[in-house]
């Protein structure tokens, strides 16, 4: 699989490929099954792997696992350095290396999810030419493993990727894409995608379509919830973010600020760099319809958390709070918002402007 070496290698400076070690010390101490998977990584390394079993499957799937929790936790650009190091160091001989035929197809399912993880937060990080790279691996590999969920994830992604950017054409067919490559989706699963429908349809204009998949969503969260509650999937924040969405894009600002409260209420709170972010977003919904001092307040919760991520999308956000704020500093609340920010915000994110107290 020499596209993943490359891929890996071109994500990853040498410099920096010393830092897989680190970060699994880190993690290590919250599985008693670590050592195990440690040792199994060093024999990769050392090139000893010649066949592949399950094992081996279940460890790449672990620390798929444990990099995406530092990713929630602490931002992309923490995180994304390991998973290349790892695609390239143990993930990429696992794909040479023989193995039976459900091992071997296992493994290529484990490795589109890293993938998809990985171009995620190149996402995050506003590497978007990068992200298509790892999205498009993702792509490959799922295929090749038959594994239609992470494919259908995928494809969600760059949906999600190109509605941020403002291409709601092309959000609107990957989208579509994904939900008619997983017909028989749960309902979790339906509510996961066509909540995404919803917000790309809300981007083009198509206010019926966007209220019919929205609709969608909520019955298929509706009939989710009733079997099971789930953490760490989509849930119902994660739909009222949606819906927070298409309101935004069909024109009502109260009605989006409503439904991100309530998103920003009903999150668990493992997912510090969403919340940064969203509630960075609804700050700036509360001040487009002049609720300047709510605003204010969620823009400080926001900061509570800011200095614990490496984020680039939250690092956007905290340099749209400065632009958005500055022509209010007469007020107090938004003198004090300012003032905090700039003592939590690195120099290299703000301009010399910001740097001078006003």
Request: hydrophobic share 40%; proline share 4%.
């Amino acid at each position: 699989m020499k596209g993943i070496i490359d891929l890996g290698r071109q994500d990853m400076p040498p410099s920096r490929r010393g830092i897989l070690g680190a970060g699994l010390l880190s993690v290590a101490l919250t599985d008693p099954n670590w050592p195990d998977v440690m040792g199994r990584m060093e024999t990769v390394r050392q090139g000893r792997v010649q066949r592949i079993g399950m094992p081996d499957v279940d460890m790449v799937i672990a620390m798929t696992e444990r990099v995406s929790e530092l990713d929630d936790q602490f931002g992309g650009r923490h995180a994304r350095p390991m998973a290349a190091a790892f695609l390239v160091n143990t993930v990429a001989p696992y794909l040479r290396a023989d193995g039976s035929e459900p091992v071997r197809k296992a493994m290529m399912s484990a490795a589109s999810d890293l993938c998809y993880l990985t171009g995620y937060m190149a996402v995050d990080e506003g590497l978007h030419g990068l992200a298509q790279q790892y999205y498009l691996k993702a792509l490959q590999l799922a295929g090749a493993s038959e594994d239609h969920l992470t494919y259908c994830t995928t494809l969600r992604g760059m949906s999600v990727q190109a509605v941020d950017l403002g291409h709601g054409r092309a959000a609107v067919r990957l989208a579509d894409a994904a939900a008619a490559a997983s017909p028989q989706a749960g309902p979790r699963m339906r509510a996961f995608l066509t909540g995404q429908q919803a917000h790309a349809y809300a981007q083009v204009g198509n206010r019926n379509e966007a209220l019919r998949y929205l609709r969608d969503a909520e019955a298929a969260m509706e009939k989710a919830e009733s079997r099971e509650r789930a953490f760490g999937s989509y849930d119902p924040s994660s739909l009222q973010y949606h819906t927070s969405q298409v309101r935004f894009e069909l024109g009502d600002a109260h009605g989006a600020v409503e439904a991100m409260q309530e998103s920003d209420r009903l999150r668990h709170d493992v997912y510090r760099r969403t919340r940064v972010k969203e509630r960075a977003v609804l700050a700036e919904r509360q001040l487009s319809i002049g609720h300047l001092e709510a605003a204010c307040a969620t823009w400080h919760m926001a900061l509570d958390d800011y200095p614990l991520i490496q984020s680039g999308r939250a690092d956007q956000r905290v340099q749209n709070m400065f632009k958005l704020i500055r022509p209010h500093l007469g007020n107090h609340a938004a003198r004090d918002l300012y003032e905090r920010a700039r003592t939590v915000t690195p120099a290299t994110l703000m301009t010399s402007e910001q740097r001078i107290t006003p």
